[in-house]
């Protein structure tokens, strides 16, 4: 199954991300790190007037898996409300961890993302593509306390470093 994940489209976002850059006037920022494999990332959104995310974006250096999913998340969030967000996030997870495997809803809530459903399979490589989703969650949810979000996203992470990005 895990043979799909390295496909054309999964290969752009790695390779070409288009929310991979340095946000001008976040409303917030936070930072997520793979401690085990040296993934790291700072997700950064602008919140609309509306109360949704208006712009979205990271910066960073990471695996592939960790590189692609960060974009296809930020791709997804755009015009999303926090709880509409969350809610994704949550989902996805879900979804990566082979909790939630119905198709049709992950391919329509979660687009493209939905292509990282055989990750389920590789348990080392799951910490990789939860990394964007968690560090966005808990920078929400963290906002929605009413509280800064500074905190630094710690989690495992045991993969070789063949599929590399790193950031030029």
Same mark, same amino acid.
């Given at each position: 199954?895990?043979?799909?994940?390295?496909?054309?489209?999964?290969?752009?976002?790695?390779?070409?991300? @288009?929310?991979?850059?340095?946000?001008?006037?976040?409303?917030?920022?936070?930072?997520?790190?793979?401690?085990?494999?040296?993934?790291?990332?700072?997700? *950064?959104?602008?919140?609309?007037?509306?109360?949704t995310?208006?712009?979205?974006?990271?910066?960073?250096?990471?695996?592939?898996? *960790?590189?692609?999913?960060?974009? =296809? =998340?930020? @791709?997804?969030?755009? @015009?999303?409300?926090?709880?509409?967000?969350?809610?994704?996030?949550?989902?996805?997870?879900?979804?990566?961890?082979?909790?939630?495997?119905?198709?049709?809803?992950l391919?329509?809530q979660?687009?493209?993302?939905?292509?990282?459903?055989?990750?389920?399979?590789?348990?080392?490589?799951?910490?990789?593509?939860?990394?964007?989703?968690?560090?966005?969650?808990? =920078?929400?949810?963290?906002?929605?306390?009413?509280?800064?979000?500074?905190a630094?996203?710690?989690?495992?992470? @045991?993969?070789?470093?063949?599929?590399?990005?790193?950031?030029?």
């Amino acid at each position: 199954m895990a043979n799909n994940l390295y496909n054309a489209v999964f290969l752009d976002h790695a390779k070409n991300p @288009d929310y991979k850059y340095q946000m001008e006037d976040a409303t917030m920022s936070h930072e997520g790190i793979n401690p085990s494999c040296g993934d790291e990332l700072t997700f *950064s959104v602008r919140m609309a007037a509306d109360g949704t995310i208006e712009e979205a974006a990271f910066t960073g250096s990471g695996c592939a898996i *960790s590189q692609a999913s960060a974009d =296809m =998340m930020s @791709d997804l969030m755009i @015009d999303k409300t926090p709880e509409e967000a969350i809610a994704l996030c949550e989902l996805f997870k879900r979804m990566i961890r082979g909790e939630e495997t119905d198709d049709e809803l992950l391919e329509e809530q979660l687009d493209e993302a939905a292509m990282l459903r055989d990750i389920a399979h590789m348990p080392a490589r799951v910490k990789c593509a939860e990394l964007a989703w968690r560090t966005l969650q808990e =920078m929400l949810e963290a906002h929605a306390g009413a509280t800064t979000a500074t905190a630094t996203v710690h989690a495992a992470c @045991d993969h070789d470093r063949e599929h590399d990005i790193e950031d030029a």
